[in-house]
């Protein structure tokens, strides 16, 4: 039976190693212990902050997979709020049964009891299955993002 909660403190080391899990992640993550403080930081930062939900999947107490939603108060669409879901991760071993839609029914339920109206995410370029997984959930590509480090 797979849970759906928020994340606690002591879940951060496993959320950590599924953002490293992937191609990506694996360039830009550091899941070595003791955890980096950056990622004690972020959580900290998080939890804090009522309009943000660092959620993990859970199947009998194994973290096996993640995802962050932001709620954004927006002047734009008459004032309406906005859900916006990112980092979202299914561990390996887990993939292809189902968890991912289960993961973004759970978000949506999420948004709609905040009083949003509107869900959107962003996706890097090169993950054309997540594309594929997201346009079978209802978004559409309808704008283009841009991101810039600073």
Same mark, same amino acid.
């Given at each position: 039976?797979?849970?759906? @909660? @928020?994340?606690?403190?002591?879940? *951060?080391?496993? /959320?950590?190693? *599924?953002?490293?899990?992937?191609? *990506? +992640?694996? +360039? ?12 004690? %930081? ?21 973290? !096996? +997979? %993640?995802?962050?939603?932001? !709620? /954004?108060?927006?002047?734009? @669409? ?6 916006? !879901? ?7 071993? #887990?993939? +292809?049964?189902? *968890? =991912? ?29 997540? #594309? ?10 309808? #704008?283009? =993002?841009?991101?810039?480090? /600073?």
């Amino acid at each position: 039976m797979v849970e759906f @909660r @928020r994340a606690r403190h002591d879940d *951060l080391p496993a /959320i950590v190693m *599924l953002l490293a899990e992937d191609d *990506l +992640g694996a +360039g830009r993550e550091d899941p070595s212990l003791p955890i980096q403080e950056a990622y004690e %930081t972020a959580f900290a930062a998080i939890a804090a902050d009522p309009n943000q939900f660092l959620a993990v999947a859970t199947d009998n107490g194994t973290i !096996i +997979g %993640t995802l962050q939603i932001t !709620i /954004i108060p927006n002047i734009s @669409r008459m004032g309406a709020l906005r859900g916006q !879901i990112e980092g979202v991760r299914i561990a390996a071993s #887990h993939q +292809g049964k189902g *968890l =991912g839609g289960q993961a973004f029914e759970w978000a949506f339920e999420y948004c709609r009891s905040r009083g949003c109206v509107l869900i959107q995410l962003t996706s890097d370029k090169s993950r054309s299955d997540a #594309h594929h997984f997201y346009e079978k959930l209802g978004f559409v590509a309808s #704008h283009t =993002g841009f991101k810039k480090i /600073i």
